[in-house]
C-alpha cells in the first residue's frame, strides 16, 4: 500500500473511529516520520512514555503496528502496519460476508476478534458467553441494548448493528430466518468451540505466532542475518549464493508452516462432508459451510491456550469472490452466477489471499498454488451448490446442427491474455480442442424434458437426497451444472477457464483487471465524455501514438483532439512525451506522442479516493459536534433503542437527521473503498 499523506491521514482517522485517539495519534506520528522508539514517539505526540506504551500495546494487540528488537543494542523500535489500519474501513462488508457464508454466530466471533485483537481461544469463548448473555439480559420486557463496545459498523447501511440483538431478523449462514426465539436459546460452549474451529480450518481465523509481530521485511532480514552465521567466509560466488538462497527460503517455508500447524490440524479433524449430508443439514437448519465440526471443536479444547487473531487476508478472497459474482450475475443472469458463486467458493477453500508479493510467508502447498493455480473438479462444484437452484433456468436450447462440441468443450491450458480493456482468448500453444469430457453427455439432456406436464410441475427426490423442482437426478443436475459452466468460460469477459479433463478454474488476475478498466472508463466517460473515453481506449490498446496519427483513428477533427488531450493531461490520465527532430528544439519540429500510463493513472486514482474518504469522515466529525447534546443523550444506557419513546419530537427529529447525514457519509466511503479493493487490492 502506498502511503501517500492522504492515506496516512486515512489510517490514522480510522484506527481513531473504532479504537479511539491514543493508537490513532501513535499510529500518524509512525506513518509521519517512520520507524520510531518509545522515547521519539513521546516526542511526536506530545504524550509521556506511559501513555505511549499503553497506546502502542493496544495498536499491537490490533495488528496496527510491527516491532523490532536489536539482540545486540536491546533497542526495540516500532512501525506502523498501514494495511491493516486501512482494512478497518472494511468491518461492515467483512461481518457481512461472514453472517451470509457461515452463520450468525461466526459473525459474532469475528465481532469479538475485531475488538479484542489477538486472544486465547478459552478467553474469547469465555468473553462471547459474557457479552452474549447481558445482550440477552432482559427486564420487563426491555432489552438492554448497549453499543458502546460493539464494532459491527456497517459502513454500507451507515448505522451500527448489533449482533446479538433479539429484533433482528437476520439470514444466517443456512438460509434460515434469525428471529428473537432463536436468540433466546442458552449458549452451547460446544457449538461455539465448533463454529471457531471452522473459522481457523476456513482461514478466517489464524493462529498467531510471534514471528507476525515483525513486519515481512524484518522477517526476511532476520532470517537472512541468522543464515550467515553458516557462512562465516561471507556469501560469494553463484554456488555459495545458491546455497545462501535456498538455506533463506527454506527457513521462510519453515515459518509458514509453523504458522498452520493448527489450521491443518483442525482440516484433517473438521472433514468437509459429503454432498447429501451437507445438503440434509441445510434443510434441518444445521451448520452450513461444509463441515463436520465436532473432532474441529475438541481439538481447540485440548489447546484453549491457542492465540487468534483475525485474517484480513482471507476476508479479501471472501470479499473479492462477491464482487465477481455481482460483476457475472451482470452479464450472464441470476442462474449462471449462482453456479459461478459454487465454483468460487469451492476454490475459495485453496486460495489463501488475493496477492503476494516477494515478502510474502507462504508454507509449501501455498506455493505450488500459487504458481501451478486451483483447480476444481465439476463434482466439487456440484456439491458447493445450493440445492435450491433451478439450473434448468437460464439455459437456451439449440438444434444439434447449430452446437459446435468442439468449440464448446475447448481446453484452455494457459490463463488469456490482457491487450487493452479486451481479453484474447485464441488458442495459445499447448490448447487443446476435445470432445466433450463428460463421459455421459447426451445432447438429448440439453432440453427440458419432463420438467412440466398439462401445465404441473413436476418434482421429484433427487438421488442426492433432496427434493428437485424439475425432478431430474444428480447425473442431469451436474449435466445441467456444466452448461452454465461452459456458458461462464464462453463469455467475452472469460469468468471460467475450461483447463483440463472435468477440471474448472478462474483467472482472477485477467478479472480483475477487467474490472479495473470498467471503472477507469466509467470515470473517464463521466467526466470527458464519449470523446475523451474513446481516446483513452485507442491509446491503452496501441500504446504511443503520434498527435499527427490520432485524429484519423478517433474519426474526429484534430483542434477538437488537441483540446480533449490537453485536458485529459491536465487531469492526469494522459502523458505526453516531447520528441524534437533537431537541436533547435522548435514546436514545428518536434513531434508529440501521447499514451496512456496506467500505473500512473491508478497512484493518482487511488490518492484522489483517499482524500474523499477523510473529508467525508472529517465531515463525520463536525456533524458529530453540532449535534454532540442529542448525542451525548441518545448515549445513555436508559435512552440507547428507545429513542424514539424517550426524545422529545425536536430532539428526535434533530437525531433523525444525524443518522441520514451519517448514512450518506458511511455509504459515500463504503463506494470509494469498493474502489480501492479494485484498483488495489483485488
Wanted: charge should be negative.
Amino acid at each position: 500500500m502506498l502511503v501517500t499523506k492522504n492515506a496516512a491521514e486515512l489510517c490514522a482517522l480510522l484506527v481513531n473511529e473504532i479504537y479511539g485517539q491514543l493508537p490513532s495519534r501513535i499510529i500518524a506520528a509512525l506513518l509521519a516520520r517512520g520507524r520510531s522508539n518509545v522515547r521519539d514517539l513521546a516526542l511526536y505526540t506530545s504524550l509521556n512514555p506511559k501513555q505511549v506504551r499503553h497506546g502502542l500495546a493496544l495498536a499491537i494487540q490490533h495488528n496496527l503496528v510491527f516491532y523490532q528488537t536489536d539482540h545486540e543494542t536491546a533497542a526495540t523500535t516500532y512501525e506502523a502496519n498501514p494495511q491493516a489500519s486501512y482494512h478497518l474501513v472494511r468491518v461492515g462488508k467483512i461481518l457481512d460476508v461472514i453472517n451470509r457464508k457461515y452463520g450468525t454466530m461466526a459473525k459474532n466471533l469475528v465481532n469479538d476478534l475485531l475488538m479484542l485483537g489477538h486472544v486465547e481461544v478459552a478467553e474469547l469463548i469465555r468473553y462471547h458467553k459474557l457479552k452474549h448473555g447481558r445482550k440477552k439480559a432482559t427486564l420487563n420486557g426491555n432489552q438492554n441494548h448497549d453499543h458502546e463496545h460493539d464494532l459491527d459498523l456497517d459502513l454500507e447501511d451507515g448505522e451500527p448493528d448489533d449482533p446479538f440483538n433479539n429484533d433482528s431478523h437476520d439470514v444466517n449462514g443456512n438460509g434460515a430466518g434469525h428471529s428473537a426465539a432463536d436468540d433466546m436459546k442458552p449458549i452451547q460452549v460446544d457449538q461455539v468451540y465448533d463454529t471457531m474451529a471452522q473459522l481457523i480450518a476456513a482461514g478466517v481465523a489464524e493462529t498467531v505466532s510471534t514471528t507476525m509481530f515483525q513486519s515481512p521485511q524484518d522477517l526476511k532480514a532476520s532470517v537472512e542475518q541468522e543464515c550467515m552465521k553458516e557462512f562465516p567466509n561471507g556469501v560469494r560466488g553463484a554456488k555459495i549464493t545458491a546455497e545462501f538462497d535456498g538455506m533463506v527460503k527454506s527457513q521462510i517455508k519453515a515459518i509458514g508452516a509453523e504458522r498452520s500447524i493448527t489450521k491443518r490440524k483442525l482440516q484433517e479433524s473438521a472433514l468437509y462432508e459429503p454432498s447429501n449430508i451437507k445438503r440434509r443439514k441445510l434443510a434441518n437448519g444445521g451448520i452450513s459451510n461444509g463441515f463436520a465440526g465436532d473432532s474441529g471443536g475438541s481439538v481447540l479444547r485440548e489447546e484453549p491456550n491457542t492465540v487468534v487473531r483475525l485474517n484480513f487476508d482471507k476476508c479479501l478472497v471472501e470479499l473479492r469472490n462477491q464482487k465477481l459474482i455481482e460483476h457475472a450475475e451482470d452479464f450472464v443472469g441470476d442462474t449462471t452466477a449462482q453456479v459461478f458463486a459454487a465454483l468460487l467458493a469451492s476454490l475459495c477453500r485453496k486460495v489463501y489471499r488475493c496477492q503476494h508479493d516477494q515478502h510474502t510467508i507462504m508454507t509449501e502447498e501455498e506455493e505450488e498454488t500459487y504458481f501451478t493455480g486451483v483447480r476444481v473438479t465439476t463434482e466439487e462444484v456440484f456439491d458447493h451448490l445450493s440445492p435450491g437452484i433451478d439450473l434448468s433456468t437460464g439455459i437456451g436450447t439449440a438444434s444439434e446442427e447449430d452446437i459446435d462440441i468442439r468449440f464448446a468443450e475447448k481446453i484452455r491450458k494457459y490463463p488469456p491474455q490482457i491487450q487493452g480493456s479486451n481479453l484474447h482468448g485464441t488458442l495459445d500453444e499447448g490448447d487443446e480442442i476435445l470432445g466433450s469430457d463428460d463421459e455421459d453427455y447426451d445432447r438429448t439432456g440439453e432440453r427440458p424434458t419432463g420438467a412440466y406436464m398439462n401445465g404441473h410441475q413436476n418434482g421429484s427426490v433427487a438421488q442426492n437426497g433432496t427434493t428437485n423442482q424439475t425432478g431430474t437426478s444428480r447425473i442431469e443436475q451436474i449435466r445441467q451444472m456444466r452448461q452454465h459452466l461452459l456458458i461462464l468460460a464462453e463469455a467475452k469477459q472469460q469468468f471460467v477457464r475450461h483447463c483440463g479433463q472435468n477440471e474448472w478454474t478462474v483467472d482472477f488476475g485477467p478479472l480483475i483487471q477487467q474490472l479495473r478498466y470498467v471503472e477507469l472508463d466509467t470515470m473517464i466517460e463521466d467526466s470527458f465524455g464519449r470523446q475523451g473515453l474513446r481516446l483513452t481506449r485507442i491509446l491503452r490498446e496501441k500504446g504511443k501514438l503520434d498527435d499527427k496519427t490520432l485524429p484519423a483513428m478517433a474519426l474526429m477533427r484534430k483542434p477538437d483532439v488537441h483540446v480533449k488531450m490537453a485536458e485529459m493531461e491536465m487531469a492526469g490520465f494522459l502523458e505526453v512525451q516531447e520528441v524534437p527532430r533537431d537541436n533547435n528544439r522548435a514546436a514545428n519540429r518536434t513531434m508529440f506522442f501521447w499514451f496512456f500510463d496506467e500505473a500512473r493513472t491508478l497512484k493518482r486514482v487511488l490518492d484522489n479516493a483517499y482524500k474523499s474518504m477523510v473529508r467525508c469522515l472529517e465531515r463525520l466529525e463536525v456533524e458529530r459536534y453540532k449535534k454532540r447534546n442529542v448525542l451525548s443523550v441518545t448515549d445513555r444506557r436508559d435512552v440507547q433503542g428507545h429513542e424514539e419513546e424517550m426524545l422529545r419530537g425536536d430532539v428526535y427529529t434533530e437525531y433523525l437527521e444525524f443518522l441520514d447525514i451519517e448514512k450518506k457519509l458511511l455509504s459515500q466511503v463504503s463506494r470509494l473503498d469498493d474502489l480501492v479493493s479494485i484498483f488495489q487490492d483485488f
